[in-house]
């Protein structure tokens, strides 16, 4: 059963530049704040699917959008953590660990069925039928 859904943050920043607001009308102090989704699988393979940047006055609460691409610029990583942001690489990464694994079980399971042939060769080396036979007992159990 897949489970999934998505979900909505938001990050504070710290303060921003006092200046006039738009919704109050006087100069007031603002603070930087990122609101983003996300969709999830599982809540643990997540990847961000929209993302804002706000300047948000403290008095009134009245926010402004910011330019995204230059906001994200002048910051020095990025405020939304890993597993949100990029948890979908560790489901791909998962999703190749076990086809890879799968792919060397079935290879590993091809001389199996080989093994009548090895059994007729042991007997034209002169080994006796009996001990190939049981071999080939011990190895299909
Ligand atoms: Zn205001």
Redesign the pocket.
Known sequence: MIIWGFGRERVELGPAQARE??????R?PFRHVLRYRFVHIWYLFCWVTEKQYLAV??????AVPQDTQAFEAALPRSPIPFYRRSGWVVLLGLVAVVGAANYLRSRRSEPVEELPSLASAASCQGEPVAMSARYLSFSRT
């Open positions: 607001c738009g919704h109050c009308a006087h007031r006055c403290d008095i009134c609460h009245h």
